[in-house]
């Protein structure tokens, strides 16, 4: 008895100890590759947004409905391309998974049309801090939908967010005002002075709603995108794919319909002098766009839609940069006070993510420890 009593817990020992070194080693792998997606994530979202600025930026820039149609249409030729040569593989169209799909393209067009808008009227600064108000849209979305909480902490980081929106808008405000405003004392207001400033209020006004249906589209997208990717079970190659492909007529005959495509627009957004510049960027655009549509999926596969989106928003800092290096966005005490103050945001709201998987954990663990055997002698 005493034999066989040593024999059942050295079995139990040793299952115990094989399950928490599994445990481990599976728990290392999904810190890595959230690590990895989480990098990868960053370095494509930095290079779109820059590039879709430098495209978008143009005086007369205002066909986004074709440059985001030649964007996608590049994408799947990449995608098609790398899949024919064997290096990835994914499912092939079907028409099934192809109607359960397209709510979530066509929110995914609305999301980067609405991008490209703010990109057209605000500046790369501005745009990365107030795309941290999706994070808030997106946490409660998961709350309701998937069982989700919001901690104390989170709330903080939450709160902090929309202060560091509102500095920024500020900061933006008083630099339209500064930049429109005569700087002497006594030249008075112009009718010139009183325009322009007319002009630079209008085109705050008009960036800042598109920002709004950005954010909410944006949240739309993510959770609609988390639910259809557990309902149809794409991977992630079949996420982008079908992204781009069913986006692509959509895109056609809105731009069709809604732009101007006579040869004097066409010239106007599209001169000469840059033309070759554009086309370029377009296209270096849309292949690039592979790599945001995959490790946004990605992202959101191994770790979870809310820190997809912290991610986007700690990621604000080379972003900014990015501006005021490329595109001369103004440097002012608001301006860097308002990323600071959302970076700070971004560390409080991974800190309280992290004290929450803990406490999660902890709870959970009870229920995988394997009791001990009564002894019988």
Do not use: H
């Amino acid at each position: 008895m005493a034999s066989s009593s040593r024999s059942e817990e050295r079995d139990v020992a040793e299952l115990r100890k094989s399950l928490a070194t599994s445990s481990t080693s599976e728990a290392q792998r999904a810190s890595s590759e959230g690590i990895a997606s989480i990098v990868c994530y960053c370095f494509a979202s930095i290079l779109m947004t820059v590039v879709n600025k430098f495209v978008v930026s143009g005086k007369d820039f205002t066909m986004n409905f074709l440059l985001l149609t030649i964007q996608s249409s590049v994408c799947c030729l990449c995608v098609l391309l790398v899949k024919k040569i064997g290096i990835i593989s994914f499912r092939s169209f079907d028409m099934k998974d192809a109607k359960a799909w397209f709510p979530v393209s066509c929110l995914l067009v609305s999301v980067i049309y609405t991008g490209s808008k703010s990109l057209q009227y605000l500046s790369i600064p501005v745009y990365t801090i107030f795309k941290n108000l999706t994070i808030i849209l997106i946490a409660y979305g998961e709350v309701i939908w998937f069982s989700g909480r919001v901690t104390g902490l989170t709330f903080v980081s939450f709160v902090i967010m929309v202060v560091s929106s509102i500095i920024a808008a500020w900061s933006d405000v008083q630099s339209a005002l500064t930049s429109s405003l005569p700087t002497s004392v006594g030249s008075g207001l112009s009718l010139g002075s009183l325009q322009e400033l007319q002009s630079a209020m209008y085109a705050l006004n008009v960036g800042y709603f598109w920002m709004l249906v950005n954010c909410l589209t944006s949240a739309a997208y993510v959770l609609s995108m988390r639910i259809r990717m557990k309902a149809t079970g794409f991977s992630d190659w079949d996420t982008m794919f079908y992204n781009n492909l069913l986006s692509i007529p959509v895109l056609g005959i809105f731009s069709l319909l809604l732009e101007n495509w006579s040869s004097a627009s066409l010239n106007l957004n599209f001169p000469a002098e840059t033309r070759t510049y554009l086309l370029f960027a377009i296209a270096f655009s849309g292949a690039a766009a592979v790599g945001i549509s995959f490790t946004t999926a990605w992202c959101i596969r191994v770790t979870s839609s809310t820190t997809y989106s912290m991610v986007g928003a700690l990621n604000k800092l080379p972003v900014a940069a990015s501006g005021m290096l490329f595109f001369g966005d103004a440097v002012t005490v608001g301006s860097v006070s308002a990323i600071g103050v959302g970076f700070i945001a971004g560390v409080l709201y991974a800190v309280a993510k992290n004290n929450q998987k803990r406490a999660e954990a902890s709870r959970r663990l009870p229920e995988v420890m394997i009791p001990l055997t009564t002894r019988q002698e």
